[in-house]
């Protein structure tokens, strides 16, 4: 792929999006990633976010990322939600001389401030929307579900692009109607570097939930799988790693059917911290209700883990057998996919074509070179 390096003087890389560092989710992860190698291919990377916490500095650049964040509210009033898109549209104004490109991350607030000034005709730089969440239940699919959601598909529209992390956002689109010659796929990259230094595990006993700890992701399930492994196979172990609303309630569970020396739960663990993380299990989890490519399941793979996840998304498209798949919100078929992850003399993980379709300086590369204006 041949690299297009910005030649104007309009060179800055533009991400919005809801969420950014130092929270830390695969959607933070991933706009970090991309800001990174932005800089990388020529451009001065700039992330507009929210400001849920007076902790988070209003205006930071660190590692050559300049971040600014518009105050808001995990309220999410509608008041709330048009202050910051009036602040949204203000900054995109004020630095629309010096914008490449910019990057949108949701189909949700910040792609409808974009588009209604892409419709407007008062920014002229090409803007791509990428769905942020996959599977049945993802953002466009919530986008149809409100309110005035004619009015807010027309504005979504107006961006140049609009992009799919996975086969269920393309469909979605292509089923409400969005512009068939705006849609691209284009996947979450990753660092793909941990390939080259680690190595898949013998055998599998130690099992890791990555994710936010929410009921949809199927946690309840996998405990009672989980539970039911037990009884066969007392050595194997199981870590939620994660927050979310259902902690407290998975603990009790955990507590109450006397789990509690086999489960470990150690909260959100910092990016940097991952390669310990996946060093320390031999097995991701994953046995989501919905997904389109959850960013946990390619580091997993980037770290050579064995994975283990509900038949949701792209999961049987992407890994095939290389993978132990079960379906969804169904506990027994869980148990079973993990049990045979566990009796397989030789689990597989072998994702070389994969890894190389979603290294993150291929994916950067994809994007710039769509939006890249000579």
């Known amino acids: 792929m041949t690299v297009i390096k910005p030649e104007s003087s309009a060179q ?31 451009y001065k990377p700039m992330v507009i976010t929210e400001q849920f916490g007076t902790d988070f500095p209003a205006e930071q650049i660190e590692a050559g990322v ?47 401030a974009v588009g209604l000034l892409k419709r407007l005709r008062l920014i002229s730089f090409p803007t791509l929307v990428t769905a942020e969440t996959g599977g049945s239940e993802d953002d466009v699919v919530a986008l149809e579900r409100l309110p005035l959601a004619r009015l807010s598909k027309t504005l979504v529209s107006s961006n140049d692009f609009l992009n799919g992390l996975c086969q269920a956002n393309v469909d979605h689109m292509i089923e409400f109607g969005y512009p068939r010659q705006k849609i691209t796929m284009i996947p979450n990259g990753i660092d793909t570097s941990p390939w080259q230094t680690t190595e898949a595990p013998a055998s599998v006993e130690r099992f890791l939930f990555l994710g936010r700890l929410d009921a949809s992701k199927g946690i309840f399930e996998l405990i009672e799988a989980f539970r039911g492994l037990r009884q066969q196979h007392e050595a194997i172990r199981l870590t939620f790693a994660g927050e979310g609303p259902e902690k407290d309630r998975l603990q ?28 320390s299990h031999d097995a991701l989890v994953l046995p989501s209700y919905s997904e389109g490519m959850p960013l946990s399941v390619l580091e997993a793979v980037a770290h050579h883990r064995v994975l283990v996840a ?3 998304g792209d999961i049987r498209r992407l890994f095939g057998g290389r993978a132990y798949i079960c379906e969804p919100r169904d506990r027994q078929s869980l148990e079973e996919s ?11 993980a072998d994702y070389e074509e994969i890894i190389a379709a979603v290294s993150i300086e291929r994916v950067a590369q994809e994007l710039s070179s769509l939006l890249h204006q000579p």
């Open 66 to 112: 300049k971040v600014i964040r518009i105050p808001s509210s995990a309220q999410r009033s509608v008041v709330v939600q048009l202050r910051v898109a009036a602040a949204l549209m203000k900054l995109l104004l004020h630095h629309r001389n010096d914008v490449a490109f910019a990057v949108v991350r949701t189909f949700t607030l910040p792609a409808l």
């Open 252 to 279: 009790r569970m955990c507590s109450e059917l006397e789990l509690d020396a086999s489960i470990a739960f150690v909260g959100r663990v910092a990016y940097q911290d991952l390669g310990a993380l996946f060093a």
């Open 338 to 348: 993990m049990h045979a992850a566990i009796d397989d003399p030789h689990p597989r």
């Open 12 to 42: 800055i890389a533009l991400i919005i999006t809801p969420q950014y560092l130092p929270m830390l989710g695969g959607m933070e992860r991933e706009c970090a990633l991309l800001a990174e190698q932005f800089s990388r291919l020529g």
């Open 310 to 312: 509900s038949d949701v």
